[in-house]
């Protein structure tokens, strides 16, 4: 194995430490999952990169290495579809009461309403346009090997970043009172609608030709 393989191996291992630690809107979702439902139900939320990026990679990668494609306004629409997907979960943060915890009547978030909200992040398409795509057809050219390689290293990393943040959650909250978790769930409550506020913010800003994402090549 020569130093290119092996630079891509840490390229990939690197970006997905960077990308399971960072705030955001499947971060935020994990950690409130786990602190009202426990590990178990944080760590279903640490599979949904993996299950949204790679139908994204498989259409992205090849325009960036074949053809030329405008993409700007795609992602405005789907940043004004996400912005009301996390309403919708901000809502749901905020209906938390103690006594609804007590009974038992806080309904977990489904995988697969997981899996919509973040395919509806223009920050997902935007990332893969940007810095991993470009990163994965570089590795190309070295080989369909380097390339693969890179993508595993970086999903096998995000995903041990935030299973070992939903299992840090999961593993604190029994010593948390419930006033306090409920607290906590409505501070993550007002971060999704910020989240939600940033994307329709841009998906304004890329409409009215204030942003550009540019063009897939």
């Given at each position: 194995?020569?130093?290119?393989?092996?630079?891509?191996?840490?390229?990939?291992?690197?970006?997905?430490?960077?990308?399971?630690?960072?705030?955001?809107?499947?971060?935020?979702?994990?950690?409130?999952?786990?602190?009202?439902?426990?590990?178990?139900?944080?760590?279903?939320?640490?599979?949904?990169?993996?299950?949204?990026?790679?139908?994204?990679?498989?259409?992205?990668?090849?325009?960036?290495?074949?053809?030329?494609?405008?993409?700007?306004?795609?992602?405005?629409?789907?940043?004004?579809?996400?912005?009301?997907?996390?309403?919708?979960?901000?809502?749901?943060?905020?209906?938390?009461?103690?006594?609804?915890?007590?009974?038992?009547?806080?309904?977990?978030?489904?995988?697969?309403?997981?899996?919509?909200?973040?395919?509806?992040?223009?920050?997902?398409?935007?990332?893969?346009?940007?810095?991993?795509?470009?990163?994965?057809?570089?590795?190309?050219?070295?080989?369909?090997?380097?390339?693969?390689?890179?993508?595993?290293?970086?999903?096998?990393?995000?995903?041990?970043?935030?299973?070992g943040l939903s299992w840090t959650v999961?593993?604190?909250?029994?010593?948390?009172?419930?006033?306090?978790?409920?607290?906590?769930?409505?501070?993550?409550?007002?971060?999704?609608?910020?989240?939600?506020?940033?994307?329709?913010?841009?998906?304004?800003?890329?409409?009215?030709?204030?942003?550009?994402?540019?063009?897939?090549?």
């Open positions: 194995m020569d130093m290119d393989y092996f630079s891509f191996l840490w390229k990939g291992v690197l970006l997905g430490i960077h990308a399971g630690i960072s705030p955001g809107p499947v971060t935020t979702l994990l950690v409130t999952e786990s602190l009202l439902h426990g590990s178990r139900a944080g760590m279903k939320i640490a599979f949904v990169p993996v299950l949204t990026d790679t139908p994204v990679i498989c259409i992205i990668i090849p325009l960036l290495y074949y053809l030329t494609f405008d993409a700007t306004i795609i992602i405005a629409v789907i940043s004004m579809i996400g912005a009301l997907i996390l309403c919708g979960l901000s809502y749901e943060s905020f209906s938390v009461t103690e006594s609804r915890y007590e009974r038992g009547e806080v309904a977990r978030v489904s995988l697969w309403k997981a899996v919509g909200m973040n395919f509806f992040n223009p920050n997902l398409y935007i990332y893969w346009i940007t810095i991993c795509g470009p990163l994965a057809v570089s590795g190309l050219h070295y080989g369909w090997a380097t390339m693969f390689s890179f993508l595993i290293m970086f999903y096998i990393s995000i995903t041990s970043v935030k299973l999961g593993s604190v909250r029994h010593s948390l009172n419930l006033k306090v978790i409920v607290w906590i769930n409505r501070c993550l409550g007002v971060a999704m609608l910020l989240f939600a506020l940033l994307f329709f913010w841009q998906g304004c800003q890329i409409l009215t030709g204030e942003t550009t994402i540019g063009h897939l090549k």
